[in-house]
């Protein structure tokens, strides 16, 4: 067996689109990934968004004028909004260094879409992940999408009510913010309130504890993206590093 096949096993790989290590979501996903390591790269590893350049800095990985915006999660646990063009070369860099740590898949740590990233292994994205398991599990019922960003509701609403049969309304809730799980939970109230017969937070930034508030207040299941992406992910990974490699 070559070094590099072995190195391949058991391994998986992460890339948010912000700063590793995402100590905000380890805590919540470990129990989903129980037989394998964890190889964690940022797209912005190598940004700094402290001393005087900070300004130029957020201006250059930020969204062009009518581009969706996408926000993720710093090192020092601040936040930063993004531009999918400036994020793309930073994402395949990202990917490359979870391959060279032994990734036998990685996943991309995003709900939002990005064209094909360069990968020599698996590389998974959350976004189809997240929404063909949400597809399979609500059918045709009123679905409340929670999502980041104001400047957000409109592409994500109808990116999904593109792929669900039944109504879709989408709010935002900042994940980021001082007050994530009560602005969580006041998003799932009015989301119900309007009809929604389930939840999804549509973020990889919202934990456990935001989906335990969101639930809380809506009494209606709550699906977690972060949740649904790593459950699937940790699969494809522990099928690779199982399979036989040939010599």
């Known amino acids: 067996?070559?070094?590099?096949?072995?190195?391949?096993?058991?391994?998986?790989?992460?890339?948010t689109i912000g700063q590793a290590p995402r100590t905000d979501l380890t805590p919540d996903i470990l129990p989903l990934t129980a037989?394998?390591?964890?190889?964690?790269?940022?797209?912005?590893?190598?940004?700094?968004?402290?001393?005087?350049?900070?300004?130029?800095v957020r201006a250059a990985v930020g969204p062009v004028p009518g581009e969706a915006p996408l926000i993720s999660r710093l090192r020092d646990g601040g936040s930063a909004?993004?531009?999918?063009?400036a994020l793309a070369p930073?994402?395949?860099?990202?990917?490359?260094?979870c391959e060279a740590a032994g990734a036998a898949a990685t996943l991309l740590l995003c709900t939002g879409h990005f064209p094909p990233v360069p990968a020599r292994r698996p590389l998974l994205y959350a976004e189809p992940l997240v929404?063909?398991?949400?597809c399979a599990l609500v059918g045709a019922d009123p679905v409340g999408i929670v999502c980041p960003l104001p400047a957000q509701q409109e592409d994500v609403e109808a990116r999904w009510a593109r792929l669900l049969p039944g109504p879709v309304t989408a709010l935002p809730?900042?994940?980021?913010?001082?007050?994530?799980?009560?602005?969580?939970?006041?998003?799932?109230?009015?989301?119900?309130?309007?009809?929604a017969r389930w939840l999804?937070?549509?973020?990889?930034?919202?934990?456990?504890?935001?989906?335990?508030?969101?639930?809380?207040?809506?009494?209606?299941?709550?699906?977690?993206a972060r949740a649904l992406a790593v459950r699937l992910a940790a699969e494809a990974a522990l099928s690779a590093a199982r399979a036989p490699l040939s010599s």
């Open 90 to 97: 930073r994402m395949a860099d990202a990917v490359a260094r």
């Open 35 to 56: 037989g394998l390591r964890l190889a964690e790269c940022g797209a912005l590893d190598h940004d700094r968004f402290d001393g005087p350049d900070a300004d130029a």
């Open 173 to 195: 809730a900042d994940p980021y913010g001082e007050a994530a799980a009560e602005s969580c939970a006041a998003a799932a109230r009015q989301l119900v309130a309007g009809g």
């Open 131 to 134: 929404q063909h398991a949400v």
């Open 81 to 85: 909004v993004l531009g999918h063009d």
């Open 200 to 224: 999804v937070l549509d973020c990889i930034g919202y934990t456990e504890e935001m989906r335990r508030a969101a639930a809380r207040a809506a009494a209606v299941p709550v699906l977690l």
């Open 1 to 15: 067996m070559s070094e590099t096949a072995a190195a391949a096993r058991g391994v998986l790989g992460l890339v």
